[in-house]
């Protein structure tokens, strides 16, 4: 009983329209890198001619060998310029080419794309709209709401060269002919398809193989330059709009999302305290995500990953301790869909 009662909970708070909050570990079952698969892709893929680059780069491999994690190394080096721009321009070139094989893959039926079954789920049950808070860089949401055959919202025009607005989203685009609803994607971090120009335009360049000449790509690598680049424009804007997003959801369905970013989760924290529903599905539930939620004491949550290799694990505040569910994968969201259609 225990079990049924679980599930229906879980059907009652997805049915609701929750926001969607995509982390890195929504990335990994369409092969796209790992911060450890990043960072290793930069060490042997970044060379400089200048000795203080050669001197700065050298340090970087050096901390990455010795803590073996990408986010705190750069936490730990303020990188040079000319540094830094060739990790963006790595990381951009690392994501994209995965992204870019994702997107065939799932145009020839080679893969399940569960995301796109949500999203089309969600959009027949709300007022045809739905919204999306990502970290990611890649285009999966995106692929996600064309598969749903919704109108696309990241706060750029939707345009060969689309360019940045800060109401654009404000407007009713959900009655376009021909589309099934809208769908709100706000990349804190940055998109592949964003570009800053030497003029120092934000545009949009969707689906680009490389970076155009005279651009640089607008994502935001993990580290001390992070702080600085989130307070320039489009992010302080699509920050303040995932935001009001948080702020007026009416429950959270993290996937993949580890409680790890500064910019999402002290706002999403301050909701759930407040008493908002919450689902988290990952492969594994880590310690900042558990803190988080068990620890400060949220009052509904549901919190699900692996077990055993073939069982879920459920943390709920309508039980205490855990229960395992055998045989079957809640946590991934393919089953999860199954999970909510019963």
Known sequence: MEIEALIKLI????????????????????????????????????????????????????????????????????LRPTVLEKVIFETWTLVNKHDFEAFENLLEGKLEFPLAELTTHLLKASQRKVSIVTTNYDRLAEYAASFSNAFICTGFSQNFVGHFSKSIHQQNLTKLSGFKGQVNIWKVHG??????????????????STIPVNHKPLIVTPGLSKYYETQLEPFRTIFTEADNEIEKATSFLCIGYGFNDIHVQPKL??????????????????????????????????????ANGKD???????????LIIPDVNYWELSEYIKLIRN
Not at 191 to 208: G, V
Not at 312 to 322: D, H, I, L, N, T
Request: with cysteine; aromatic share 10%; hydrophobic share 35%.
């Open 11 to 78: 059907q009652d708070w997805t049915n609701r329209v929750p926001l969607i909050i995509l982390g890195s570990g929504a990335s990994v079952p369409f092969q796209l890198p790992s911060m450890w698969t990043l960072g290793e892709y930069l060490k042997n893929n970044i060379t400089f001619s200048e000795t203080d680059d050669i001197a700065q780069f050298e340090e970087f491999k050096s901390t990455l060998d010795k803590v073996n994690d990408l986010e705190t190394t750069l936490l730990q080096i303020q």
């Open 191 to 208: 998109s592949l398809d964003w570009f800053k120009s030497h003029e120092e335009m934000d545009r949009q360049l969707p689906y680009r």
């Open 269 to 306: 924290i301050e909701q759930i305290k407040s008493g908002k529903p919450i689902i988290v599905i990952t492969k594994e539930l880590t310690s900042k995500t558990k803190q988080s939620i068990i620890e400060k004491g949220c009052k509904q949550y549901i919190l699900i990953e692996e």
């Open 312 to 322: 879920s694990r459920v943390y709920s505040s309508s039980f205490s301790g855990e």
